[in-house]
């Protein structure tokens, strides 16, 4: 069995609330679909209007190896306007439920019937292929529905597809419903909508039941809760019904991406295949499992759909993934350096952030450059600022076992802090801040803050730096990182001397 795939990206997926394609986007995007080796696209409606017969044109022009489709309505006009850009086929939808009929229509079956019949035999003799498709076909009156699809085949329809429009099906009414339509003989398309999260099921069902066609849009895009997501029923039919189809799986995520990227539309990270968590891992055990043997936690590789697996650092990382990525990054550190970045980690974790790649390197080369023996140890800070408050800083630092206590204003609370520090170590050295850099790593208010620091004591300059979700400890943990490795130099000089 091999399936064909009609995707209906540019057509029922741009009908997205908020989704406006420029022709040239579209290009762009059919261009993409055809080389990945979707086998229909349905370009869009060319009756819509002047841009997206522009949009359609491009496309026909463009000599792709798929067939290009267009959306009608059982009506002249819509099969005049996709004969104007040159498409190969039409998707000729007729609606068939009598809620459809009477209340939008306002016709009776048997109008309906003609009109089907009249508009497949005028596009079938202006030389394009006719997809006959039942518009809301699961609430239809079988009977009627399968005498629409039988007069569609003997006026020259080559193809019909049944809709389920507001994704009313279960996977088991689809087998059942596409079962029964697929004794029609004709090639059958299945084309379902997701409403209640079962688009891709009620699809595979229909597929299993003798459907040989499917409808889908590139990540499930489409009008209110979306349609069936390609990549999903491809990657699905691959890997777990061992069926065929012409879809290059390993284009899926760069399609997806670029699909997103230009639509607007973003994913949730939990997207099946091409979120960008499908293929995260964080937990100690299942980080553990996947770089033993991906398939512990793996049912497929990411490189099958062109994603890349990613080891996402928080609260439930384990001290084996976490070294691993630390000697990734090409940094060495010792047990007790590694357990200093651990608990950074954990403890990130439990204020609710993932810590990235970048994060995990400036925190290592953080806790690399902390001197081990601190002559001075920060106990306590605490700041006071506001819009009618001086910034006032009150520190505790404990020096050679003393405890010291001392306070500062500034322009600023950070300001304020380093005041304090440097008057309560006036006493032990004359040490100056000569520059100060911040970064927020990665962005964003929660972003981590690096910290680096210029400091010099006599004819020495040294710079130190801390990496915290605060920036006021960042500063301070720079600043006296930087005082103890001073003031430890200081030491080592003056035991030299005197030898």
């Known amino acids: 069995m091999k399936v064909r795939v009609l995707d209906t990206t540019l057509r029922d997926g741009e009908q997205t609330p908020g989704v406006s394609l420029t022709p040239d986007e579209k290009l762009r995007i059919a261009i993409k679909l055809d080389s990945m080796g979707v086998n229909i696209?349905?370009?869009?409606?060319?009756?819509?209007?002047?841009?997206?017969?522009?949009?359609?044109?491009?496309?026909?022009?463009?000599?792709?190896?798929?067939?290009?489709?267009?959306?009608?309505?059982?009506?002249?006009?819509?099969i005049d306007a996709a004969l104007e850009c040159d498409v190969n086929s039409v998707h000729l939808v007729v609606p068939t439920s009598d809620l459809h009929i009477e209340h939008k229509l306002k016709k009776t079956r048997e109008e309906v019937l003609q009109q089907?019949?009249?508009?497949?035999?005028?596009?079938?003799?202006?030389?394009?292929?006719?997809e006959l498709s039942a518009e809301d076909s699961t609430r239809s009156d079988m009977d009627f529905l399968t005498q629409i699809f039988q007069e569609g085949i003997k006026t020259g329809a080559h193809r019909i597809c049944a809709c389920d429009t507001v994704g009313m099906l279960t996977p088991e009414k689809s087998f059942e419903f596409y079962g029964q339509l697929s004794k029609i003989g004709a090639p059958l398309s299945v084309h379902c909508h997701n409403d209640f999260g079962l688009a891709v099921a009620n699809s595979l069902s229909a597929l299993r039941a003798g459907a040989t066609e499917v409808h889908a849009t590139i990540n499930g895009i489409g009008e209110r809760a979306g349609n069936a997501s390609l990549e999903?029923?491809?990657?699905?039919?691959?890997?777990?019904?061992?069926?065929?189809?012409?879809?290059?799986?390993?284009?899926?995520?760069?399609?997806s991406k670029m699909v997103a990227r230009l639509t607007g539309v973003y994913l949730q990270p939990n997207k099946a295949i091409v979120g960008e968590n499908a293929f995260a891992h964080e937990s100690g055990i299942h980080a553990d499992g996947v770089i033993k043997k991906a398939e512990t936690y793996e049912p497929i590789t990411p490189e099958l759909v062109g994603h890349q697996r990613r080891f996402v650092m928080g609260k439930h990382i384990g001290t084996k993934l976490l070294q691993k990525r630390v000697e990734e990054l090409g940094l060495k550190v010792n047990q007790d350096q590694l357990m200093q970045i651990f608990n950074r980690v954990?403890?990130?974790?439990?204020?609710?952030?993932c810590v990235t790649d970048v994060d995990l390197q400036a925190i290592t080369e953080d806790v690399m450059g902390v001197v081990q023996e601190k002559m001075v140890d920060l106990e306590e800070v605490?700041?006071?600022?506001?819009?009618?408050?001086?910034?006032?800083?009150?520190?505790?630092?404990?020096?050679?076992?003393?405890?010291?206590?001392?306070?500062?204003?500034?322009?600023?609370?950070?300001?304020?802090?380093?005041?304090?520090?440097?008057?309560?170590?006036?006493?032990?050295?004359d040490i100056e801040l000569e520059e100060y850099h911040v970064d927020a790593i990665t962005g964003g208010t929660?972003?981590?803050?690096?910290?680096?620091?210029?400091?010099?004591?006599?004819?020495?300059?040294?710079?130190?730096?801390?990496?915290?979700?605060?920036?006021?400890?960042?500063?301070?943990?720079?600043?006296?990182?930087?005082?103890?490795?001073?003031?430890?130099?200081?030491?080592?000089?003056?035991?030299?001397?005197?030898?």
């Open 41 to 78: 696209i349905e370009a869009g409606s060319a009756i819509t209007s002047p841009g997206e017969r522009e949009g359609i044109k491009k496309i026909t022009s463009e000599g792709l190896s798929a067939e290009i489709c267009s959306f009608a309505r059982a009506v002249e006009g819509d």
């Open 116 to 130: 089907a019949i009249d508009s497949t035999q005028y596009a079938v003799d202006h030389g394009l292929i006719v």
């Open 232 to 255: 999903e029923i491809a990657v699905s039919l691959y890997s777990l019904y061992d069926v065929k189809t012409d879809i290059n799986i390993q284009m899926l995520y760069e399609v």
């Open 346 to 353: 954990k403890s990130l974790g439990d204020m609710g952030k």
């Open 382 to 429: 605490t700041i006071v600022s506001g819009n009618k408050v001086i910034p006032t800083a009150s520190v505790k630092l404990k020096i050679d076992d003393k405890d010291i206590l001392e306070a500062g204003v500034g322009l600023g609370p950070v300001d304020a802090a380093i005041v304090a520090i440097k008057k309560s170590i006036a006493d032990f050295a």
């Open 446 to 499: 929660d972003a981590l803050i690096d910290v680096i620091v210029k400091l010099r004591h006599e004819d020495r300059v040294i710079s130190a730096r801390s990496t915290q979700p605060d920036i006021i400890m960042a500063s301070v943990e720079a600043y006296l990182s930087g005082v103890n490795r001073l003031l430890a130099d200081k030491k080592e000089r003056e035991l030299l001397d005197k030898d």
